[in-house]
């Protein structure tokens, strides 16, 4: 079963916006990270996120943390045309000894240009 | 960053065929592999955990004796699609991790048309 739910679940956006993606999970975590994906292709890590942290940058990005809402933020500054994807937080469900990456349904981002 | 690959990147069988997706790990040992399924537009789904040398732990609702896995090597993990059908028509992606609290890598997906 999933673990994150993101939302929205789809963003259209002018160039050179900022967009805004949100995601929920329901267990406690270790950490949280953002996958980026193209149609068709597979999975570009953005970043991670530990479960003691709150914020973290790099480029473009940011992301935020708030585990006391079990909530996460992946802001794109600037957005460009490359941007259009789909976007995924996952998080690592720390069930018995697996720890395994479960991801949220994804935000389908489209920049218009 | 440590590379996972794929192969075949895409196939295509015809129903009641089965057809097997190599996972490799080529730069690091992985204990643990991770199998997911997409289907379009949705998100990636987990299938199955494999730790080397071990069976696979199957996720809720994911037949076993349909997709097979065998992760017989520190570097090598397979599924094989039993007796395909259009309905698995799918993206497979999977994972590797080297270990407890490493990170995961992700190979780059195969996709699966059934015929």
């Known amino acids: 079963s999933q673990q994150g739910e993101e939302d929205p679940q789809a963003l259209s956006i002018q160039e050179g916006e900022n967009a805004t993606m949100n995601c929920s999970y329901k267990?406690?975590?270790?950490?949280l990270q953002w996958y980026r994906q193209n149609s068709g292709r597979g999975l570009v890590h953005l970043i991670l996120?530990?479960?003691?942290?709150r914020e973290k940058h790099s480029g473009r990005l940011r992301v935020t943390l708030d585990t006391s809402k079990k909530s996460s933020s992946l802001l794109i500054t600037a957005s460009r045309a490359a941007d259009t994807a789909s976007y995924f937080c996952?998080?690592?469900?720390?069930?018995?000894?697996?720890?395994?990456?479960?991801f949220g349904k994804g935000t389908r981002l489209h920049i218009l240009p | 960053g440590a590379v996972v690959s794929q192969h075949p990147s895409r196939v295509i069988c015809k129903s009641g065929t089965s057809v097997k997706i190599e996972c490799r790990s080529l730069?690091?040992?992985?204990?643990?592999m991770f199998w997911y399924r997409q289907f379009p537009k949705q998100s990636l789904m987990l299938m199955a955990t494999s730790n080397e040398g071990s069976k696979a732990t199957y996720e809720q609702g994911v037949e076993k004796d349909k997709f097979l896995i065998n992760h017989a090597s520190l570097t090598l993990s397979t599924l094989t699609v039993t007796s395909a059908h259009p309905e698995d028509s799918s993206f497979y992606i999977c994972?590797?991790?080297?270990?407890?609290?490493?990170?995961?890598?992700f190979g780059p997906g195969t996709r699966l048309t059934v015929t």
């Open positions: 996120i530990r479960s003691n942290e």
């Open positions: 730069d690091f040992q992985a204990t643990t």
């Open positions: 996952a998080t690592d469900a720390n069930r018995n000894r697996d720890d395994k990456i479960i």
């Open positions: 994972s590797a991790r080297q270990g407890m609290g490493y990170e995961q890598y």
């Open positions: 267990t406690s975590i270790n950490n």
